[in-house]
């Protein structure tokens, strides 16, 4: 399952770059800025596909998946659960894409290895996030750089709707394994 998403995730990045490159040549031959724009599009989506191909791996030789889940910066904050009931996590946080689902079942994982999991998620999409506006700077060599900004923003707040959902279920892990650890 999980070389299948890995492979997903290959493809559209071959895909995204093999478009961009097209529209930059047919731009050239037929100077339509709408092409170009198509293209900086998908060059930036490819370079996102890049920015996650890299964090998560690197983040994972550095904490080897050893987070302190009790940490101040994974303890839930006192606004959380009012921002959570405005965006109405609870209805959508099933509906977005998870890169391994067996990461976070507690039938093939034991509860700790998926709560040190959404430490990780949370860290590579808080990463992933910052590190979204960094095509900004192909703006400097690129025209349109208003296209890179809306892009930035677009892929940086995604990615912090994913770090929410880590956020708002690890303290519901936590109940559980709380209440699991005084049964036990």
């Not at 529209?23 to 709408?34: A, G, S």
């Not at 400097?140 to 279920?169: D, M």
Request: charged share 15%; net charge positive; hydrophobic share 50%.
């Amino acid at each position: 399952m999980l070389m299948k998403t890995f492979f997903k995730m290959l493809l559209a990045f071959i895909f995204q770059i093999v478009v961009s490159y097209s529209c930059f040549v047919l731009h050239e031959i037929i100077k339509m800025d709408w092409i170009l724009i198509i293209g900086m599009i998908m060059g930036y989506t490819a370079i996102h596909f890049i920015l996650m191909f890299i964090t998560a791996p690197i983040l994972f030789a550095l904490f080897r998946m050893k987070y302190n889940y009790l940490h101040r910066w994974f303890a839930p904050k006192r606004f959380e659960e009012k921002l959570y009931q405005i965006l109405k996590v609870k209805k959508w946080k099933n509906k977005i894409p998870t890169y391994d689902n067996a990461a976070y079942s507690l039938t093939k994982q034991n509860i700790t290895k998926a709560i040190q999991m959404t430490c990780h998620a949370e860290i590579v999409h808080e990463v992933i996030s910052v590190l979204s506006y960094l095509p900004i700077l192909l703006g400097l060599v690129i025209p349109k750089v208003g296209l890179f900004v809306v892009l930035s923003f677009a892929f940086s707040v995604t990615h912090l709707l994913f770090s929410i959902v880590q956020r708002y279920n690890r303290p519901r892990l936590l109940g559980f394994y709380e209440k699991q650890k005084s049964r036990s």
